[in-house]
């Protein structure tokens, strides 16, 4: 359908827009944020978008290649689990068990919104939406007990 330049460009061009509809959301703490790349200061926790011709995903994943320390990060996320799904407001899909493109094992915890398109121009209000309400929650989520995590880890 596109070549690989024509599918860089318009990954590109809508990550751009994406960021440019996200621009003026402050933190919960009131700091300006980059969304695109959300700063959990924890090198094994990250946020994930993404969204493809099928679907629109939020991920929280945990990397690590210690699968000690995977596990315990997993098992305080499980320890969090109704504050946090209370928060994102719609229960996630818990997977102790996944592969990043990579092949590495990881943690995922996801949110998929179904039926969208990226390539689609009537499809990016919807997923952009998704996305930016799917940060605010998290992020709200994330102020209050990273201190939980960065005890774990530090």
């Known amino acids: 359908m596109y070549s690989k330049e024509e599918r860089k460009a318009i990954h590109t061009a809508y990550w751009n827009r994406f960021r440019s509809f996200v621009s003026s959301m402050r933190s919960s703490s009131g700091r300006k944020t980059n969304w695109l790349n ?4 924890l090198k094994e926790i990250h ?8 679907r629109a995903r939020f991920s929280v994943d945990i990397q690590s290649t210690d699968e000690g ?3 315990l990060i997993w098992e305080q996320f499980l320890e969090l689990r109704k504050v946090f799904e209370k ?47 799917r940060l605010k929650n998290f992020d709200r989520f994330y102020e209050e007990y990273n201190e939980i995590l960065f005890g774990l880890i530090n």
């Open 87 to 133: 928060e994102m407001k719609t229960p996630g899909v818990w997977s102790a068990k996944e592969f990043n493109t990579a092949g590495q094992e990881i943690c995922s915890i996801y949110w998929d919104l179904n039926d969208v398109n990226m390539y689609e121009p009537k499809d990016e209000k919807k997923v952009f939406g998704f996305f930016r309400e």
């Open 69 to 71: 320390v995977r596990a």
């Open 38 to 41: 959300y700063p959990t200061r």
């Open 47 to 54: 946020v994930r978008l993404d969204v493809n011709n099928q």
